[in-house]
């Protein structure tokens, strides 16, 4: 790739293809070797220097379609772009420093920059067309004045910083989903507090999670969907050694509506029996790994 540009500035190179960004390069040479996919790849130079900067030069864009095993060739233009400049005022026309002015660009793009000390502002390297400049500060704010910008030329936008209109917040109204409350106990009817809850939807995706408390009761949800696929899997909580689940199918909810569940009864799994060993059978002794100092 060849890139043509009046005198030496150091440019950035952004390729992409399929709308993914594939490379970012910053570079001063006239030409570079770029590798790239098969296929058509969007290619974007830009200037480096600063958007305040009057000798910026205008982004370039170009495309190339690349076959496996060729060498393709792309010549890109940089040219003088067009430059917008004016000065930041208050309500009281005083100069209002360091404002952010931000530009809205033809292809959608968006450069900001800062007043001076005098209220005043420069953005160069600005593609032809119409745009669209704003500014802010401290809360007050200008209505976004419509710019005709010419490459290579120059033009001036006074912008004036006043209270925004803002609209009174329109409030929607709260809509409650549904819940999941119950009792957790074991076989034994002995309650299991702290035991885990959660409520999954026909796919295991959890909705919610929460714990029972010292009696063993939840209630969990307040935003569960509508329908009648949930499960409730119940976790026992931290007094038992070995955990023991309990999942409950085919759970309703309606919205504002509680679902009672009553008791949900947490069998306790087979626990392994220990194996047996002789009384004459010797234990074998146990042997610390050795550091050596």
Do not use: K, N
């Amino acid at each position: 790739m060849v890139v043509l540009r009046p005198g030496t500035c150091g440019i950035r190179i952004r390729w992409w293809s399929g709308g993914r960004i594939l490379g970012d390069r910053r570079s001063f040479d006239v030409a570079t070797d770029l590798r790239v996919p098969v296929g058509p790849v969007a290619i974007e130079i830009s200037d480096l220097r600063r958007d305040d900067d009057p000798d910026r030069l205008a982004t370039a864009r170009g495309s190339v379609t690349t076959r496996a095993g060729w060498r393709s060739e792309l010549t890109v233009h940089l040219q003088p772009g067009a430059i917008v400049s004016g000065r930041v005022r208050r309500g009281d026309l005083a100069p209002a420093r360091f404002a952010e002015v931000a530009a809205l660009l033809p292809d959608g793009r968006t450069v900001t920059t800062r007043t001076d000390g005098r209220g005043e502002y420069l953005l160069s390297g600005l593609p032809g067309g119409l745009v669209r400049v704003g500014a802010q500060r401290r809360g007050l704010t200008s209505i976004q004045q419509p710019v005709h910008a010419v490459a290579g030329r120059a033009c001036w936008a006074e912008l004036d910083l006043v209270l925004p209109v803002v609209p009174a917040p329109v409030l929607a109204p709260a809509t409650l989903g549904g819940a999941v409350r119950g009792r957790v106990v074991d076989q034994d009817g002995e309650v299991l507090p702290l035991a885990v809850v959660e409520v999954r939807d026909a796919r295991g995706t959890v909705l919610t999670r929460g714990r029972a408390d010292r009696r063993g009761e939840f209630l969990v949800g307040g935003h569960l969907p509508a329908g009648s696929g949930l499960t409730v899997a119940v976790h026992s909580g931290p007094d038992r050694i070995v955990v023991d689940r309990r999942e409950v199918r085919g759970v309703g909810a309606r919205p504002g509506h509680v679902t009672d569940l009553g008791q949900v009864v947490v069998t306790r799994s087979p626990r392994p029996a220990a194996p047996h060993r002789h009384p004459r059978t010797p234990a074998r002794g146990m042997r610390l790994p050795s550091i050596r100092v």
